[in-house]
């Protein structure tokens, strides 16, 4: 997700798109059970929130990159 970020912050909005579907479909393998295993943070019970603020922040990610692409078509 990072690197689709960084594409879009360089306004190649196809290559965001490109990798934010990339990281969207490998996110959507993912268990909340690896997640926890990954990502425990400090609080193991608030783990399942970072795992749906992670799949949620891929999805506006891919919304913003959408509307630019929209924009420049």
Known sequence: ???GMARFNLKDFAGAKED???AKKEAEKLTEDAWHSAYPGNHPSL???GFTS???AIEENLVLVNRELAGTE
């Open 54 to 56: 992670f799949m949620s």
């Open 1 to 3: 997700m990072m690197r």
């Open 47 to 49: 783990a399942g929130a």
């Open 20 to 22: 934010l579907e990339k």
